[in-house]
């Protein structure tokens, strides 16, 4: 009696044992994925534009940025007027969204005969004190020097400073020195980052005699 109890037991679980394999094996059956039942979705992320701009300090951009060299006084003489190019509220802004690292931000005047300008009145950017130039010999000679080895370079939102560096202190020469170089990214530089150039000095050669006025002259800058 024992021993068919036994045997009903070892046959019982036997039973359990082929009922879980048989409802495994269709789960697997009905689990299987197939192609028609599938999308794949794409999401290109292209580099962007190198570009320059003047911003404050919240990173919005100047609508009219502005340097002032502070006022001088009429004098028979040959006088300089100073200024600084990049301050907290109007920093110079390169953003490089790509992936090549090298690129150069540059000024230069709107044109190469620009002048400075008050009504009628006019004076060179890019000569050497003097009223006469052999080029525009009505206009009287000025120069502009700008500095920017003077200046501090700030990464944006943890961008890091190698291998960027700052221009040397050059002058505008008519025919010859058209376009001041301010920045420079050299190879190994950090890629998709932003910078910040504040501090630039400037120095405005004013020739002798010149008449009073407010004068204007407008800069453009450059990245490639």
Excluded: H
């Excluded at 998709?192 to 050669?205: A, F, M, P, S, V």
């Amino acid at each position: 009696m024992l021993k068919k109890i036994i045997a009903y037991s070892e046959k019982k679980r036997t039973a359990k044992i082929g009922l879980i394999s048989a409802l495994v094996s269709f789960f697997a059956i009905s689990g299987v994925a197939f192609a028609a039942n599938q999308a794949t979705i794409n999401q290109a992320i292209n580099d962007g534009t190198k570009s320059v701009d003047i911003v404050d300090a919240g990173g919005i951009t100047v609508a009219s940025p502005a340097v002032s060299f502070g006022n001088l006084s009429f004098s028979f003489d040959t006088q300089d007027g100073s200024g600084t190019l990049g301050t907290a509220s109007q920093a110079i802004r390169t953003y490089n969204p790509t992936s090549g690292a090298t690129w150069s931000v540059s000024i230069a005047a709107s044109a190469p005969g620009a002048l400075w300008t008050s009504g009628g009145n006019t004076y060179d950017f890019n000569d050497t004190a003097g009223y006469t130039d052999g080029v525009d010999a009505d206009t009287k000679g000025g120069q502009m020097t700008i500095d920017p080895s003077a200046g501090t370079i700030a990464g944006v939102s943890g961008c890091l400073t190698s291998n960027i560096s700052k221009g040397t202190s050059t002058s505008f020469v008519e025919t010859s020195v058209n376009s001041i170089g301010l920045m420079t990214a050299a190879a190994g530089a950090p890629t998709y980052c932003r910078w910040d150039l504040t501090g630039i000095n400037l120095t405005n050669k004013v020739p002798a005699s010149q008449p009073s006025g407010s004068y204007a002259l407008t800069l453009v800058l450059t990245v490639v």
